[in-house]
């Protein structure tokens, strides 16, 4: 396999995952190297074998080499610490239906409530998958065998990180979901509003599932937001609030994105999981 192939219509692409393997795995990653600079190293190694290669394939790329930083770093806080919960990846929505994660009880209501917004109105419950599922440690840790930290990126490295939601398929009650995380490699307004959104959405969810099960003192879901830069403009457009909680005068109005975390390094990724998945 190369770093580059040529498409069925000559176009250069970009293999991914096998570039992210052979640049990781041969380049020095320091806990503060920023993954910025690392994109940029990476970026000339792929101009240096394809100078005509697009430079939209290169920001697609970061994305994806974002989250499988991220993925790394946080199977390694999962290691790490045997009280952490551990944040997996979860594919997009048209490969993964959320509810299937949950109980078949839980799956239905979720269903359930689908359909009826469906049937009593013109709008459907519409939401992106969040990039990672928060899942608690006590589900966790009977499920992943594996106690080794990632050191090195293994031909199957990558397909194990992206393959491991799989495991909680029908087996998260409703305290296993502990919360979600949404990453960027940078962030602008659409993306921004993304995030608001798919947090205000999941919670919302989740207090629809606490309301069929009668559950009166539930511990809360989380929604956090990374990015390998966060200014002002950001944290300010991300305390937004979770329009649900405004719907009652019952409940205290909750924030859509609880946190904002910049993660530009594997020392900065290994600070903001410890907090995220602590289970203090």
């Not at 992210?20 to 795995?25: A, I, S, T, V």
């Not at 990672?132 to 990126?153: C, K, N």
């Not at 502990?178 to 947090?199: F, I, T, W």
């Amino acid at each position: 396999m190369a770093i580059v192939t040529i498409g069925a219509e000559g176009k250069v692409q970009l293999s991914k995952d096998f570039a992210f393997r052979q640049f990781f795995n041969s380049s020095d990653v320091g806990p503060t190297t920023t993954f910025t600079d690392l994109f940029n190293d990476w970026d000339d190694k792929v101009k240096a074998v394809a100078p005509e290669i697009a430079s939209g394939a290169l920001s697609n790329a970061h994305g994806d080499w974002y989250e499988w930083l991220l993925a790394i770093a946080s199977w390694n806080a999962f290691q790490r610490n045997r009280s952490n919960h551990i944040a997996v990846l979860l594919p997009n929505v048209t490969r993964l239906n959320i509810a299937t994660l949950y109980t078949d009880e839980l799956a239905r209501f979720i269903h359930d409530l689908r359909a009826k917004v469906l049937a009593s109105s013109t709008v459907e419950f519409i939401s992106s998958n969040p990039d990672f599922v928060i899942i608690d440690t006590q589900l966790a840790r009977p499920l992943i065998t594996s106690r080794e930290p990632i050191t090195h990126i293994g031909p199957d490295t990558l397909n194990m990180l992206g393959t491991a939601y799989r495991v909680f398929e029908s087996k998260c009650s409703f305290e296993s979901i502990v919360g979600y995380l949404s990453v960027k490699n940078s962030l602008r307004p659409d993306r921004r509003l993304q995030m608001a959104h798919e947090g205000s959405l999941m919670k919302a969810l989740y207090v629809h599932l606490q309301t069929r099960q009668w559950i009166t003192d539930p511990k809360g879901i989380k929604y956090y937001a990374m990015s390998t830069k966060v200014g002002a403009p950001d944290i300010a457009a991300l305390n937004t609030v979770a329009t649900h909680s405004i719907t009652t005068v019952q409940s205290k109005p909750q924030p859509a994105v609880d946190k904002v975390f910049q993660v530009n390094s594997l020392e900065q990724a290994e600070l903001a999981f410890d907090e995220i998945l602590s289970a203090v």
